[in-house]
């Protein structure tokens, strides 16, 4: 009986430690979110960019690769790209444009094509300004892509 006794009260300490501490030590459930505070300086150097969709309201399907320089200042010069529109293939692309980050993290992009098109798009920073995701926002265009930065 002395055994059982003392198990018993051994396993209602037990509990009764356990609840306790929880009642005191607080748990944190989640971390508290970061405050955004971006500005156009989250965005230097170069970033590889991959995009597929639609253009021509989905008539002709679309892929792009291209190596963008983001000066920090709101500028972009496209080093280098290829296009596939239609099974149509252009390469050695150039591009210039500019982009605005907002407090919220994200941006607006705009692209100046050497082949005479431009392209405004809808983006949101991610990864401590590593990668852009973005979406095309030009009329008859379905296209969606990442930027993403490379170590050069």
């Keep these: 009986m002395f055994l059982k006794n003392r198990a018993f009260t051994t396993i209602f300490s037990t509990l009764f430690t356990l609840g306790f501490l929880s009642a005191v030590i607080p748990v944190k459930a989640q971390d508290s979110p970061r405050k955004l505070a971006c500005t156009n300086r989250a965005l230097q150097g170069y970033y590889g960019a ?80 590593r990668k852009i995701l973005y979406l095309g926002t030009d009329s008859g265009v379905n296209i969606s892509g990442t930027l993403e930065k490379v170590g050069y």
């Design 50 to 129: 991959k995009a597929s969709g639609f253009i021509n309201s989905g008539a002709t399907p679309f892929n792009l690769v291209f190596l963008d320089k983001f000066d920090g200042n709101g500028n972009i010069t496209g080093v280098n790209g290829s296009t596939s529109a239609g099974g149509q293939i252009a390469q050695n692309l150039s591009d210039t444009g500019t982009y605005q980050v907002n407090n919220d993290c994200t941006v607006t992009l705009t692209f100046n094509n050497s082949d005479g098109t431009k392209s405004t798009n809808f983006g949101v920073i991610t990864d401590d300004g």
